[in-house]
């Protein structure tokens, strides 16, 4: 893997990767760790327009977009919130990674990112989560919004509480409200959805101050 690694690592041309792999080497190898080439790239500090056709290009050729390294169980978009590389991120999105992916710890991209204060990434991968949920669940500002309310009212001005167990309650008065709704429970993938788009939000969830919307 190294010479290829090394074309994708230090150049902005694909061409010499390409040359590579048309003599052979191969773009769906690992190291000891588990490492394909994809995580090295996630790694690299460059554009988007640069990674792109890098990623385009191993995708195509036999590199494994979700492959998991041993360690942490976590893919190549995951590396790349971890080490706050929006451009490898914004490439990785395109070639289709999936940004709901969990690692062994139950990680997202999105969690690693915001864990190690990667804004710009962070921001990147939150956005992408919204899209790939079903629309009835995107969040906006309004409904972090009527959350914050609903928690207010139920624990008053100065309460404190975890931000997971406000998530939580949060998930618990969406089922609630879809049950009175429908006479149905909310299914279980639809709370562990609302759940991933939840957490990212969970340091606007609580306190919960008063918001004028």
Same mark, same amino acid.
């Given at each position: 893997?190294?010479?290829?690694?090394?074309?994708?690592?230090?150049?902005?041309?694909?061409?010499?990767?390409?040359?590579?792999?048309?003599?052979?080497?191969?773009?769906?190898?690992?190291?000891?760790?588990?490492?394909?080439?994809?995580?090295?790239?996630?790694?690299?500090?460059?554009?988007?327009?640069?990674?792109?056709?890098?990623?385009?290009?191993?995708?195509?050729?036999?590199?494994?977009?979700?492959?998991?390294?041993?360690?942490? #169980?976590?893919?190549? @978009?995951? %590396?790349?919130?971890?080490? +706050?590389?929006?451009? &490898? /991120?914004?490439? *990785?999105? !395109? =070639?289709?990674?999936?940004?709901?992916?969990?690692?062994?710890? #139950?990680?997202?991209? @999105?969690? %690693?990112?915001?864990?190690? +204060?990667?804004?710009? &990434? /962070?921001?990147? *991968?939150? !956005? =992408?989560?919204?899209?790939?949920?079903?629309?009835?669940?995107?969040?906006?500002?309004?409904?972090?919004?009527?959350?914050?309310?609903?928690?207010?009212?139920?624990?008053?001005?100065?309460?404190? =509480?975890?931000?997971?167990?406000?998530?939580?309650?949060?998930?618990?008065?969406?089922?609630?409200?879809?049950?009175?709704?429908?006479?149905?429970?909310?299914?279980?993938?639809?709370?562990?959805?609302?759940?991933?788009?939840?957490?990212?939000?969970?340091?606007?969830?609580?306190?919960?101050?008063?918001?004028?919307?």
């Amino acid at each position: 893997m190294r010479p290829l690694l090394l074309a994708c690592i230090f150049n902005n041309d694909p061409l010499i990767a390409e040359l590579l792999l048309a003599a052979g080497a191969s773009a769906a190898v690992t190291d000891s760790h588990g490492l394909n080439i994809l995580h090295w790239l996630a790694q690299r500090e460059a554009e988007a327009d640069v990674l792109t056709p890098f990623v385009t290009l191993l995708c195509t050729t036999g590199a494994v977009l979700e492959g998991r390294e041993e360690l942490y #169980g976590a893919s190549a @978009l995951a %590396w790349s919130g971890w080490h +706050g590389r929006a451009g &490898a /991120a914004v490439a *990785l999105l !395109q =070639a289709g990674a999936d940004v709901q992916s969990v690692d062994a710890f #139950g990680g997202t991209p @999105l969690h %690693w990112a915001q864990a190690n +204060g990667h804004q710009e &990434a /962070a921001g990147i *991968l939150r !956005q =992408a989560l919204e899209q790939a949920a079903p629309p009835t669940l995107r969040l906006s500002d309004v409904d972090v919004a009527r959350v914050r309310r609903a928690l207010q009212a139920k624990h008053g001005e100065a309460a404190e =509480a975890p931000a997971r167990a406000s998530v939580r309650m949060a998930v618990a008065l969406f089922s609630r409200a879809v049950e009175q709704d429908t006479g149905q429970h909310a299914p279980g993938p639809v709370r562990q959805c609302l759940m991933r788009l939840l957490m990212p939000h969970a340091f606007r969830l609580w306190p919960p101050t008063t918001v004028p919307v």
